[in-house]
T-cell receptor, first 116, second 113 residues
Framework: GAVVSQHPSWVICKSGTSVKIECRSLDFQATTMFWYRQFPKQSLMLMAT?????????EQGVEKDKFLINHASLTLSTLTVTSAHPEDSSFYIC????????????FGNGTRLTVT | AQSVTQPDIHITVSEGASLELRCNYS??????LFWYVQSPGQGLQLLLKYFSGDTLVQGIKGFEAEFKRSQSSFNLRKPSVHWSDAAEYFCAVASPNDYKLSFGAGTTVTVRA
């Protein structure tokens, strides 16, 4: 079945540094990718939607200059957390699909970010 | 705007007993509805989904869910739970137009021996 791979699965970085998370669709061309954020013991909150070749659409309250999303190819989207702070520590999950009616949505296994 | 309510934060059930997880949604038309399961520190696994047609949906691992339009509900059921069913369960709703999922707060299921 279709697989979405996220890398890294976990990362620890120092406050003030930037970290990049990759989301790859391994066996299909993902025209649309979504990025979610999940705080401990909470639900998933949609951060942004990215369509290949165009700028990401951010949800209300999400800082686009802090969470840079790039979807330069049909198999790769990246989320860069810039100037990370401890409050950015969270579980980030991507999902991907082909933008066709009723095509399924596939989730990655998530990335645990800890900012010290 | 679409939203999902999962009224039960935590449910404890005995192994072999039946399980029902409640989900109510708010959406202007007929949405796409989903149930996902998440083990600690892991990603999401799709249990089942409803797009249209038969309102009783069968999923993986012996789960089923019933879409009730009149009640705006999409409750998940399993006749006999196994210890491996202990996890976090999320109900989600999406617009067929953009597939942006809105998740409920989740229900933690604990299975006791």
């Amino acid at each position: 079945g279709a697989v979405v791979s996220q890398h890294p699965s976990w990362v620890i970085c120092k406050s003030g540094t930037s970290v990049k998370i990759e989301c790859r669709s391994l066996d299909f061309q993902a025209t649309t990718m979504f990025w979610y954020r999940q705080f401990p013991k909470q639900s998933l909150m949609l951060m942004a939607t990215s369509n290949e070749g165009s700028k990401a659409t951010y949800e209300q309250g999400v800082e686009k200059d802090k969470f840079l999303i790039n979807h330069a190819s049909l198999t790769l989207s990246t989320l860069t957390v810039t100037s990370a702070h401890p409050e950015d520590s969270s579980f980030y999950i991507c999902s991907a699909r082909v933008a066709l009616a009723d095509s399924p949505l596939h989730f990655g296994n998530g990335t645990r970010l800890t900012v010290t | 705007a679409q939203s999902v309510t999962q009224p039960d934060i935590h449910i404890t059930v005995s192994e072999g007993a039946s399980l029902e997880l409640r989900c109510n949604y708010s959406y202007g038309a007929t949405p796409y509805l989903f149930w996902y399961v998440q083990s600690p520190g892991q990603g999401l696994q799709l249990l089942l989904k409803y797009f249209s047609g038969d309102t009783l949906v069968q999923g993986i691992k012996g789960f089923e869910a019933e879409f009730k339009r009149s009640q705006s509900s999409f409750n998940l059921r399993k006749p006999s739970v196994h210890w491996s069913d202990a996890a976090e369960y999320f109900c989600a709703v999406a617009s067929p137009n953009d597939y942006k999922l809105s998740f409920g707060a989740g229900t933690t299921v604990t299975v006791r021996a």
